[in-house]
C-alpha cells in the first residue's frame, strides 16, 4: 500500500490511497495513531483524499469594534458611522500614510459586512456561538467547518479583504449557508445545537420598589426584533445587581435554547429616598420654631409612619438617625434611616406671625 505524508492543521499523518472518495479524519488517527499535535479534540472532517492540505490559523475580525458600534446598532447608524470614518481615513485625504490606509481598508471591509443585513446576520450567528476577542487566532477546522457537506477553506485575494472575510464571504470560501443550514457545523452524533446570545439591559428603578419588590413590563428590542416581557423585582435587590430572565435572549440555534436577559438595577437617585449601602436619607422640612424648641413630628418613612422627636436647636443639614429603618436586602441585612433636616418657612405668613418674627428679630439684637 503506496504512502506519503501531508500536513494536516499542523499535524503529519499517512496518506493512504484507498478506494472510498472521502476519508474522516478521525479514521486516519485510528488507524495510524494520534500525533503530538492531532490531541485536541475533532470534530469529523470529511474532505476529499486529494484536497487535504494545511488549514492556516485565522484571525478573527470584531467588524462592530472596527467602527466603534454596539452589536445591537441600526442599520443607520453603521451607514453613517461608515461614511464619517471613511471620509477621515480616505487616501485622498492621507496621502502617504500607511496607518490610514490600512484603516481605512479595516473600515470598507467591515462595512462590506455589517451594511449588508444577510451578511451581517452570517457574521452575527457565528460570532454568538464562540466567544471570540477581536484579533484572536483560530484554526477553522477545531470549530465544527467541515463534516460531511465536505467543507474546504481557501485563502484568496478577496478585493484586499482579510483571510477572515475571505473565509466566510469571499469566492471560493466557506459555504455559510451550508454550515448552518446543512449541517455543516453537525457533531459526530447530529447537528449541534448552541444557546442564544445573552443580552444585558439596564433598568431604573426606585428604592420603594426595591424594598417592596415590584412587578415590571418592558418592551425590549433584539436582532430577532421587539418583545414585551413581564417580570418581578424581588424584595430587596441592590444597586448594580443582576436580575437574570432565563431564556429571554437571543434565539438558540439548530434548536438549541435562548440566550438570557441580565437586567442590571441602578437605583434613582432623585426621588424621596437616596440609598447609599443599605442606608437610606430623605429630607425632613421642619419649621423655624420647632428647630429652636424641638418636639415631635410624624415622618413616613420607607416602610411606615413613626413620631420622632426633633432636638431642640438642630440646623439645616444637621441629621437624625433612625436605627433599623433603613433599606432591606435579600439577606435579611438592615441599614438605617437618616432625616436631612431643612428648616422651611410657613407658606402663609399671617399679620401675626408678621408680628413675631418682627419682635424675635429686635429680641436677637439685644445682647
Known sequence: MASSRKHIAKGYVEEIVLEQLYITLDTIINLFGQTSSARTRWLVYILPIEMIKEV?????KDYYKTLGLDKQASQEDIKKT??????KYHPDTNQGD???EERFKEINEAYEVLGDPEKRKKYDTFGSEFNFQNGHNFDPSQYGFGNSAGFEFRT???AGFSDFFNMFFGGGGLDFDGIFSRGGMNTRAGAASYK???IEARLEITP??????TKRRISLGGRSGTKNINFKIPKGVKDGERIRLRGQGEPGLNGGPNGDLYLIIEMKTDGKFALDGLDLTMSLDIMPWDAALGGEKEVETIDGRVLV???KGIQTDNKIRLAGKGYTDRGGRRGDLYLRIRLVNPRNITEEIRGLYEKMKQASKTK
Not at 492556516?56 to 478573527?60: F, G
Not at 461608515?82 to 471620509?87: D, E, P, W
Open 56 to 60: 492556516n490559523p485565522v484571525e478573527y
Open 82 to 87: 461608515y461614511r464619517r470614518l471613511a471620509k
Open 98 to 100: 500607511k496607518q490610514a
Open 156 to 158: 484568496g485575494d478577496g
Open 196 to 198: 442564544g446570545e445573552d
Open 208 to 213: 420603594e420598589e426595591g424594598f417592596h419588590g
Open 309 to 311: 422627636r426633633i432636638p
